[in-house]
């Protein structure tokens, strides 16, 4: 059974900083691309950053420079870390584990909600 669960969310100022954590279980690292992904009121779903079973981390133009992509492979867990909070970076931030063998797996957590805001 694999259950994914991102933590970490809440109210920050423009300028703040946040770290975004997911657990994931049930599951190794070796298998599996990671994806942040955000979703703000009448928005499309975007996604903010990745990293693939090749140890590429990639993030989309937005976010590059003030969002840091981690993974502890050890307590397979994910991170984010969003420094120089936006307004426009509020949204609800959700973890996705992808195998990149069997594409059939593909987990999401419950997603976790970040509102930037003076």
């Known amino acids: 059974q694999v259950q994914v669960v991102e933590s970490g969310g809440g109210d920050v100022p423009p300028g703040g900083s946040l770290r975004l954590s997911c657990e994931a279980s049930?599951?190794?690292?070796?298998?599996?691309?990671l994806y942040w992904y955000r979703q703000a009121p009448g928005k499309e779903r975007e996604l903010v950053a990745s990293?693939?079973?090749?140890?590429?981390?990639t993030y989309s133009d937005s976010v590059k420079g003030r969002f840091t992509l981690s993974r502890d492979n050890a307590t397979t867990t994910v991170y984010l870390k969003m420094s120089s909070l936006k307004p426009e970076d509020t949204a609800v931030y959700y973890c996705?584990?992808?195998?990149?063998?069997?594409?059939?797996?593909?987990?999401w957590g419950q997603g976790t909600q970040v509102t930037v805001s003076s």
């Open positions: 996705n584990v992808d195998n990149e063998y069997l594409h059939s797996r593909s987990y």
């Open positions: 049930g599951i190794s690292f070796r298998y599996y691309n």
């Open positions: 990293f693939k079973v090749d140890d590429t981390i």
